[in-house]
C-alpha cells in the first residue's frame, strides 16, 4: 500500500459544528502532516508529527486540533470554524521525519467548506 | 522568504520535452531539491529530488547547475495528464529542519 487515505472527501460544516478529518497510510512512515491550500495558493504547513509525537505547530489557531492516536492514523478535529477556514486540506507522511531525504506521500485532500 | 524562483506559468506541445527552470541562488550545502506536481484539485505528486548530481527516474530528470544555484526539470516526453503545477522547493536533508514549504510554482500547460 503507498497512499495516504484521507476522508472524507468533501465536508460542509455550519460554524457551531465540531467535526473531524482522517488520514491514514500503511507504509510505515513515522512522519506525518497537515496542510492547509486556499484556493489558487500553494498548500501551507499547519501540523508535524514525528513519531506520533506534535513536533511542529505553525501557530494554527486553537479551533484546528490534531491528534496521532498512533503510526498509521492522523485526524484533525475542527470545532467553531469560521467561513474563511474553507479551504483544502491535505494530509501527507514521510519516512521519518528530519533524517530521511524521501519524498513525501500526499492524500487528495478534503475539501471543507463553513457556512 | 521565497527561497526558490520560478516563471508563473509556461506552455508546452503535446510530445515535447518540458523544461521547468528553478533558481536557488541562496541554496546551502546540505540543503537538497525536489520537485513535485499538484494536477488540479489533486494532492500534490513527489517527482524527484536531488542534493548536486543529475537524477532520473520514470517521471522526470532533474538537472541541477555544477554551482547548485539553479536546476531545470524535465519531462522527456509531455502528456495532456502533464498538466499541473509544479512546485520546486529546496530543503534541509536532516536535523530538525523537516518543513516542506511550497513556493508559488509554474502552471505548466501542455497543448495538443
Known amino acids: 500500500d503507498t497512499e495516504v487515505t484521507q476522508t472524507p472527501k468533501h465536508l460542509v460544516m455550519g460554524m457551531t459544528n465540531k467535526k473531524s478529518l482522517k488520514c491514514e497510510q500503511h507504509m510505515g512512515h513515522r512522519a506525518m502532516y497537515w496542510y492547509k491550500q486556499k484556493a489558487k495558493k500553494p498548500p501551507e504547513l499547519m501540523f508535524v508529527y514525528s513519531y506520533e509525537k506534535l513536533s511542529i505547530n505553525e501557530s494554527v489557531p486553537s479551533r484546528f486540533s490534531p491528534e496521532c492516536p498512533n503510526s498509521s492514523l492522523l485526524n484533525l478535529h475542527l470545532h467553531a470554524l469560521q467561513p474563511e477556514d474553507s479551504a483544502l486540506y491535505l494530509c501527507?507522511?514521510?519516512?521519518?521525519?528530519?533524517?530521511?531525504?524521501?519524498?513525501?506521500?500526499f492524500g487528495s485532500g478534503t475539501r471543507l467548506t463553513v457556512v | 522568504d521565497a527561497k526558490t524562483t520560478q516563471p508563473t506559468s509556461m506552455d508546452c506541445a503535446e510530445g515535447r520535452a518540458a523544461n521547468l527552470p528553478c533558481n536557488h541562488s541562496?541554496?546551502?550545502?546540505?540543503?537538497?531539491v525536489y520537485w513535485y506536481r499538484q494536477i488540479h484539485s489533486q494532492g500534490p505528486q513527489y517527482i524527484i529530488h536531488?542534493?548536486?548530481n543529475n537524477e532520473t527516474n520514470e517521471m522526470a530528470s532533474l538537472i541541477i547547475t555544477e554551482d547548485r544555484k539553479s536546476s531545470t526539470l524535465i519531462l522527456p516526453h509531455a502528456t495532456l495528464r502533464d498538466t499541473a503545477v509544479y512546485y520546486c522547493i529546496v530543503r534541509d536533508s536532516g536535523g530538525s529542519n523537516y518543513k516542506l514549504t511550497f513556493g508559488k510554482g509554474t502552471l505548466l500547460t501542455v497543448n495538443p
Open positions: 501527507a507522511s514521510g519516512r521519518n521525519a528530519g533524517t530521511s531525504t524521501d519524498g513525501y506521500t
Open positions: 541562496t541554496i546551502s550545502g546540505n540543503e537538497y
Open positions: 536531488g542534493l548536486k
